[in-house]
């Protein structure tokens, strides 16, 4: 049930918290400022001020917006969403960094690009696929957690000298887990000790089965390091893409994932989302988790200043008055009180959480140090 604070409902009514209590004693209620009181009463003390109580629904707090979000409108093609994942050393990050050489932009460019946690590699043809980086981190169990992946596929990368490691089989039940299809790169082929081979009779132990053998996983051997067949990687990719039809629709309000966000100095808080559905642009409100605010700016990961982001975009956005959690969801609302009368009750709703949790924490630190 929908709680709120005497001291809460009176900041928000913009009245005094004594004349609240004043109305609830004559109601026969005994209240104090920091007492809590359900919906109808909050009602009951609106309709005393001739004000009404608009019920923000459980689910607005919960789960955000994308658990209620209906695709049946998403007739526009999109990028692909892909996370690149595998065994400590594998050259999952030597893979991304040479897959972003593909970009035509990037090769204009010429210059520094910034880390952000994902980018978008923009094809000679004009394709376009979205690459999520630091995979395994805390995003990605944070979003599944939530329901709400991003993911469309995982690039497995298996080194061909060292064959199926712990992670390799984590990254393949975390794919399963997701419902995303696997896509296996079997990277560094170019050592003499390199046996894709071996790697392809690896994997079959784990339900894995390459269509060499027969099943519906495409493997492709490359090495990142000499840069190896990444057109194969592309096109198994774009392949993979096409087979899922993948869609949505950008003419609507934005709503996506945050994938991590940091306090910037100069810039203040930053985070950097992932558009769903919808489009993004400078100006809208946004809420993202318990964090609000007007974006500011729109970057994309070589810092240029984008006008909007479309679906399958990732961009820093600047603004917040917070820096958002990794893994919750964010959307544009219509207006600021919107924004504030969500986060506000988010807020409460973590502090309840805190208040309970810290409780038993600094009782069980104190009986330690007993
Ligand atoms: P973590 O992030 O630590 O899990 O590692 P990673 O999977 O990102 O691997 P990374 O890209 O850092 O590469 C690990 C090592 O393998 C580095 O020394 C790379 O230079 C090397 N390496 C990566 N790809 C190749 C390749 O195709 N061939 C060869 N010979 N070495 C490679
Ligand atoms: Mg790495």
Do not use: C
């Not at 604070?5 to 104090?32: P, Y």
């Not at 919960?62 to 049946?72: I, K, N, S, V, Y």
């Not at 919750?328 to 207006?335: G, I």
Request: charged content about 25%.
């Amino acid at each position: 049930p929908d709680v709120i604070t005497v001291g809460d409902l009176a900041n928000r009514m913009a009245v005094r918290g004594v004349d609240i209590i004043k109305f609830l004693m004559r109601q026969g209620m005994m209240m104090k400022i920091n007492d809590v009181i359900d919906s109808d009463t909050a009602e009951l003390v609106a309709d005393e001020y001739g004000m009404s109580v608009r019920r923000v629904s459980e689910s607005d707090i919960e789960t955000g917006f994308l658990a209620e979000a209906d695709d049946a409108d998403a007739t526009t093609p999109r990028a692909p969403v892909v996370a690149v994942m595998g065994h400590v050393d594998h050259g999952k990050t030597s893979l991304l960094d040479a897959l972003r050489t593909t970009d035509v932009a990037a090769a204009e460019a010429g210059g520094i690009t910034q880390h952000i946690g994902a980018y978008q590699v923009r094809l000679k043809d004009g394709q376009r696929v979205t690459f999520l980086d630091t995979p395994g981190h805390a995003a990605f169990s944070a979003m599944r957690a939530r329901g709400a992946n991003v993911t469309d596929i995982v690039i497995l990368v298996v080194a061909a000298d060292d064959g199926v490691m712990p992670q390799t089989v984590e990254a393949i039940q975390h794919a399963k887990a997701a419902g995303a299809p696997l896509i296996v790169a079997v990277n560094k082929i170019d050592k003499p000790d390199a046996n894709p081979q071996k790697v392809v009779n690896e994997l079959l132990q784990h339900e894995v089965i390459a269509e060499s053998l027969g099943g519906d996983t495409q493997v492709i051997e490359v090495s990142a390091k000499a840069r190896t067949n990444l057109d194969g990687l592309l096109d198994a990719i774009l392949l993979q893409a096409e087979v899922m039809d993948l869609r949505a629709n950008p003419d609507r309000s934005a709503e996506g994932v945050v994938i991590e966000a940091k306090l910037d100095k100069g810039r203040g808080p930053v985070g950097t989302v992932l558009v769903k559905r919808g489009t993004l642009r400078r100006g809208d409100i946004v809420v993202a988790g318990s964090a609000w605010g007007k974006v500011r700016a729109l970057l994309d990961e070589r810092n240029a200043q984008l006008e909007e982001a479309g679906p399958a975009m990732p961009v820093e956005i600047l603004g917040l008055d917070e820096p958002p959690s990794p893994g919750e969801v964010f959307a544009v609302v219509d207006s600021e009180a919107r924004a504030r009368e969500l986060t506000e009750y988010r807020h409460r709703v973590k502090r309840e959480k805190t208040q309970a949790a810290g409780g038993a924490v600094s009782l069980a630190d104190m009986m330690a140090k007993l």
